[in-house]
Each structure stands twice: as C-alpha cells, then as structure tokens.
C-alpha cells in the first residue's frame, strides 16, 4: 500500500506490478526480437558428451564445419550454458546424470536431441538400460542420423535460432 | 546347402593346421593329471578341465608362459542345466605361445554357480570377472572388489545374460 | 585434524571439462590424489545380449557403435571371426581392400586421440589441427564406402564397394600432405616445453605392470613390450606388407603419445605399399557372388559395387564357435562367437581395447596431481562407448 502526498492511496504490491509492468515490457517487440537474437546466437551447449554421437559433435566444433560462427561454442560447467545436447543413447545411469545437469543450467534452456538412439532408441531400441530423451526433458529439436553428420548439426542449430526468434521455443519451465 | 559344408569341413581343416599338433602336445604335457579334454575349436586350442581343477590348471598355464587373460565368458546352457565358463589366455613375451589362443573352459552348476576367482593367478581377469559377475551371476570368490561394473545400481533382476531374461520387443520404456 | 578429515572424496562426474561418459571418484588430499577409482557403465548398451536378438548381418552395424572412431578394425575382427565359423575366405582383393581401411582408420583415430587429448590438457588449437587432419582421411573413405564414420564395408566374404576411379591420386596428395604437416605437430606441439612438462614422467607404466595387467595397444608398445596383433598373428594382407612395430621403453604419457604419433606414419607407409601391391580380382566370395541374379552384373562392373546377395541375411553358420583377434587402433579386440546353426548368435561376445585398458586409472594414478589426471586420462586414448559396449 503506497499513500500519496496529495492524501490519495494505492492498494496493491508494488513490486508486484513492477515486475509484471516489466515483462510487459520485454515481451513487446523490439526488446523482445533483441532479446531473442541474443539468445539464438550465444547457444552454449555443455560439454555433456552422452554416447556415440558425441565423435560427430566434436567435429561439429572442428575448424572443417565450425559452429562456431553460429555463437556455439561448448563450453564446460553447467551454469554458463544454456543448451544441452542429447548425443546418442542415453542410458538409465546417464539419464540420472543428464537431469542434475539440466536443472543446474539458467533459464532460457534447450535440449537438442541428437542421433537415432536418442529419437526412439535407434539400434539399440529393445535394450533394457536405455531410456528415451523425449520422456525426462522438454526437446526442442530432433536429428536423425546415425550418427548425423555435422551439416545435419549445424542445420539442427539453425533451426534452433529460427524458432526461437519466432518465438515457439521459450526455453523456461512453465 | 551341400558345396557351403564341403568348404566348411575344408576351412575347419585349414584353421586346426594352423593351432593343432604342436600346440595340443604341449598342454598334455603341462596339464598333465588334471583329466583334460584338448581339441582344436575355431582357430583356439580349447581345454576343458573339471571345475575344483580350474585354478590348478590356471597356475600350471601361468608357470609355462600364459601371461595374460584376454577374454572372460560366460555362456548359459539352460537346456544342460549349467553354465560354461571359458577363459581366453595368451602370451605377450614368448614368441611361440603368443600365436596361439588357449581357451580354458569349465562347466559350472546353473543353480549355484560359483567357482575361484583367478585374480591371483592373472591379475588381468579383474573387470572380466567383475562383468561376468552382474551379466550371469556367476560369483567368483576371492575377487577383491566385488561390485557392480556396467549395470545401474538400481537395477533389480536376474542377471541380463542369462536365456530367461528376455529382451523387450515391443518398444522402450523409461 | 584426524587423518580422514584431510582426504576429500572428489566426484569427477560424467560431465566434466574433459568431456563425459565416465566418472571417477578420486580421494584427493589436499593437491595429491591418493586413490582414484573409475566408475563406468554410462555407456552400457547391451551390445551382447542384443546380438542374440539379431541376424548376423545385422550384428555388423551393432559391432560398429561403440568403438565409434574406430569402426573398421572392429568391423574387420567381427567378420573375421565370422568368415572361421562358416569357414571361408574373402578373395585377395577384398583382403587388400580390408587392410587399407582398416589403416586409413587407424590414421583417423590416433588424430581423434590426440586431439581429445589437446583439449583434456587445455589446447584447443591442438584440437583444431588434429580434427582438420582427421577430415582427410575421413573424406577419403566417404569416397571409397559412402559413409563418414560407419561404413560397413566388410561384409563376410569381402567388401562391399571397390575402389572408385581416381582414388589412388588423391589418396597420394593426401598423404604428401599428412607428412608435411606432422613435423608441424612436432614443433608445435609435441617439442613444446609446456607439453614435456604435463607429460614427461607422468603415469609411467613399467613393463612387468603392463604385462600382468593384461594392457594392449599403444600403452603397451610404450612400456617396451612389442606385441602387436598384426606381426604375431597376421590376418587379411599384413604378412605382405613390411612395416615397424613403434615401441618405446619410458612408459609415461608423452611415449604413449609418441607411439601413437609413430604409427600414423607408419599406417602412411603401408596404405604406399597397399595401393601399389593390391592385385586384381573379385571383390566377394565366388559362392556369394553366384547367388547374385546374372541381370546386376552389369551395374556391379559398371558401378564398382556387389549387390548384397539375400542369402546373407538369413546367414546359418554350422555349430560351433570361434574367435578372432585384429588390432584395432586402441589396441587388441577380440571377437568370439558360439552358433548353434540359427540365423541368430547364441552367445557373442566383444573384448574392446578400452575395457582391458580401463584398470589403468586405479594403477596410474596414485600419488599424483590433480592436474595429472587428464593428462594420463588422455594418454591412454580410452573410449567410454567402447569399454561398455
């Protein structure tokens, strides 16, 4: 409750309505389409190397296919990224692994999913210790390929920018 | 299909030239007294030897410059009852034992499946055993570390290799 | 403070800077690792207990997975292993063909090595440059099989595709180049003071250690011991090509690093000797090929290629088992397969080079840094996939 010189009083919370006033705010272009770019091209995915894949990952960030020049760059703890990478088959041991990880990670995250196994299980779909990505984590974007080769990465990427600057990937729990 | 048993009888011919006489005369010579059964099978000079001589056998291997292990397998014959456990061994340093595989098998009961561990013996059969131990559930006592390798530690069940574990093929679940 | 009070437990968990799938627990008192034990299975596909649900074709993908930046070699023990259960032999061609993938891979995965390696130290350029070399040699056999990685190429009773026009004049540039640039690698990188420093008389392996303890590969060759698979028990066309085995006699990690970077020139030298000596001939089994309808006959000569004949895929060994060994660019793989004459293994089972390799992390390192932990990690080219299948 704020009261006025003028002797007039407002009821309500204040930073309640100032921290409404201001995503009002950012969600309105233009701050929002800055915000989005800014996003889209400072994609850090972290170092989480899951199975396999993980060789065409690598050669994703080698100087023949550079993702780097889309702002990707793989960087080592949790808390300065903001993308995961499901690389191949997750295993029951490495899906326990995979979802502390994600929770450290700040909002707005993505989870690309990458490889047939983390699809539907690939090659290995009617093994006992595997688990499919799409049931722990909210995937934004899926690779198939076995492994996929590294312009199938850059394009999955891409896409990933395209959608968040359209705004149908917002990357925050809800 | 007649002409592919022909060859096959021709190729069994050309892989017993190669192990064979030399090879098996040698192991009569140094397992003598255990009740060995010596055949060539598939390029490897196999031995069969009850189970209570298996680490008598090992060491005897070991003093004539079997120097270390290059396989641990377990294969369960449920229609026998029984589980049989063969041990690949070779030779790093002498010249002529290094060109031959010696495959030193044992049956085991599939109730109760217990034999020495022969880490004393070969200190290279450790993770062998280690896996062996949670895929078949044989226990191999005098093994120092007795503890789940590959599989999840939440993972309750029968061992993975045995015939009655069946795969699920119906798709994955989480 | 009592004794256990100064030991922390340290959980280098499956993700780390050093890239994941495996983690160590490492008991560090103060800088000085005390103990250190790998904790593995992150990786655990079930390889083996699948292969018994699938024909033996189809195995040949599922042989592929793990040891991902090596698959030819492995490719090769599976089918060797395979071609002595049925008990026939691929034609000379198929076996020449055989051998120069499985050392065009060999190349690709030392520089794959090195430059995880690179990274684990802190030098991303290292990994820069061993990537770019690797896309050499990995372009090269996209144009000899069609795939950058997984190729598939040997099937049992040969090859899948021969060698398409024009293929031994760039297999020569490429290899002029490779020799230019590693005498680069070796002013830069490998004679750098920095690199001696993190790696000279770190994690020395003595030779009886690495005897008993049953290692293979290049950390074996580096502790002294000269075995190799491919002089002690030669298969496909190794008894005709002439070749060293590197080994060396400190056993630390910059002689692990230096065999590795010996056998690339060496696996040089032979794919000379390869695409010099290859005779002519078919590419598949005479059996196999006759099972193949006289009307593709033209458009496997035309195209280089075999159709897969359909009698492949419902493959009935007899009963029986055998085991084959190759060595693949880690070190020694063994395949050993039972039938019991259904189109599906009874019992199969793969031994990678990393899973025998693996008891290196609790024999090295002990009473060291904790900065000498990727250091020996890296040395030892160890690839979680492969280890737990």
Redesign the interface.
């Given at each position: 409750m704020v009261c006025g010189m003028s002797g007039s009083m407002w009821i309500g919370d204040l930073e309640r309505t100032a921290r409404k006033a201001a995503r009002w705010l950012v969600e309105r272009t233009p701050i929002r389409s800055l915000r989005d770019w800014g996003i889209a091209f400072s994609l850090w995915p972290?170092?989480?190397?899951?199975?396999?894949c993980?060789?065409?990952f690598?050669?994703t960030s080698?100087?023949?296919f550079d993702a780097e020049r889309f702002g990707f760059l793989p960087f080592?703890?949790?808390r300065q990224c903001n993308l995961m990478v499901i690389e191949g088959?997750l295993?029951?041991?490495?899906a326990d692994?995979a979802i502390w990880?994600y929770e450290q990670m700040p909002e707005p995250k993505f989870v690309i999913a990458m490889g047939a196994c983390a699809l539907?299980?690939g090659?290995?779909?009617?093994?006992?210790?595997?688990?499919?990505p799409k049931?722990?984590l909210p995937v934004e974007v899926f690779i198939p390929g076995?492994?996929p080769?590294p312009e199938a990465v850059a394009r999955a990427v891409i896409e990933l920018q395209k959608r968040i600057r359209r705004g149908e990937a917002i990357g925050l729990k809800v | 299909m007649a002409s592919r048993s022909e060859s096959e009888s021709q190729g069994q011919e050309r892989a017993e030239a190669a192990p064979s006489g030399e090879a098996e005369a040698l192991l009569s010579k140094v397992l003598e007294g255990l009740s060995p059964e010596i055949s060539t099978v598939g390029s490897a000079v196999s031995v069969k030897v009850p189970p209570d001589c298996l680490k008598e056998a090992a060491q005897r291997l070991k003093a004539a410059g079997f120097d270390h292990v290059k396989a641990v397998t377990g294969i369960d014959r449920p229609d026998s009852g029984e589980i049989e456990l063969v041990y690949h061994v070779s030779s790093y340093l002498d010249p002529k034992l290094s060109r031959w595989i010696v495959a030193l098998r044992t049956t085991l009961p599939r109730d109760d499946p217990e034999t020495p561990s022969l880490y004393d013996v070969w200190p290279s059969v450790k993770y062998h055993e280690m896996e062996q131990r949670e895929m078949l559930g044989i226990r191999f006592s005098g093994h120092p570390d007795p503890r789940r390798l590959l599989?999840?530690e939440?993972?309750k069940g029968i061992p993975?290799l045995r015939k009655d574990?069946k795969?699920?093929?119906e798709?994955?679940n989480? | 403070m009592s004794e256990e009070e100064h030991i922390l437990e340290l959980l280098i968990?499956?993700?780390?800077?050093a890239?994941?799938?495996m983690r160590l627990v490492a008991k560090v008192d103060g800088d000085v690792v005390v103990s250190l034990r790998p904790d593995i299975?992150?990786?655990?596909?079930?390889v083996e207990?699948?292969a018994e649900?699938k024909n033996y074709i189809q195995i040949i993908?599922?042989v592929e997975?793990?040891p991902?930046?090596d698959t030819a070699n492995h490719n090769l023990g599976y089918v060797l292993a395979l071609e002595r259960l049925l008990g026939i032999e691929a034609p000379p061609r198929a076996q020449w063909l055989r051998t120069l993938l499985a050392e065009m891979t060999r190349i690709h995965s030392h520089f794959?090595g090195i430059?995880?390696h690179g990274i684990m130290l802190g030098s991303s350029t290292a990994?820069?440059w061993a990537?770019?070399d690797?896309?050499i040699m990995i372009e090269l056999a996209q144009r000899l099989t069609g795939a950058?990685?997984?190729y598939s190429y040997m099937i049992p009773g040969g090859v899948r595709r021969d060698l398409p026009p024009g293929f031994e004049d760039e297999m020569e540039k490429a290899l002029r180049y490779l020799e230019r640039r590693i005498p680069d690698y070796h002013k830069i990188f490998f004679d750098n003071p920095v690199t001696k420093a993190r790696l000279e008389g770190v994690g020395v392996l003595r030779k009886e250690d690495a005897i008993r303890l049953g290692i293979v590969g290049p950390n074996l060759r580096a502790s002294g011991v000269p075995y190799d698979v491919r002089k002690v028990d030669p298969y496909c066309a190794y008894p005709e090509l002439d070749f060293n085995v590197i080994t060396r006699e400190e056993g630390d990690s910059l002689a692990r690093v230096m065999v590795r970077v010996g056998e690339i020139k060496e696996s040089i030298n032979m794919i000379r000797q390869i695409l010099k000596k290859m005779p002519d001939g078919p590419i598949l089994e005479e059996r196999y090929l006759k099972m193949i309808p006289p009307k593709w006959k033209d458009w496997m000569a035309q195209h280089r290629r075999i159709k897969l004949p359909a009698a492949l895929i419902s493959l009935r060994p007899p009963k029986g088992e055998a085991v084959a060994r190759v060595e693949a660019a880690r070190g020694e793989a063994v395949y050993y397969i039972v039938s019991d004459g259904s189109p599906k293994p009874y019992r199969f089972r793969v031994v990678s080079p990393s899973i025998r390799n693996v008891v290196l992390f609790e024999h090295l390192i002990r009473n060291c840094r904790v900065a000498d932990i990727p250091a020996i990690y890296g040395s030892l080219d160890y690839f979680p996939?492969e280890a737990d299948r």
């Open positions: 972290v170092h989480f190397t899951t199975a396999c993980g060789a065409e690598a050669a080698a100087p023949r080592t703890g949790p088959t295993t029951r041991k490495m692994a990880v539907d299980g090659i290995f779909w009617n093994s006992y210790n595997i688990v499919r049931d722990i076995c492994p080769r | 599989l999840p939440s993972y993975p574990f795969v699920k093929v798709g994955i989480a | 968990g499956p993700q780390h800077p890239s994941g799938h299975g992150y990786v655990h596909r079930t207990k699948l649900t993908p599922l997975r793990p991902l930046a794959y430059g995880i990994f820069m990537f770019w690797r896309e950058r990685l997984t996939p």
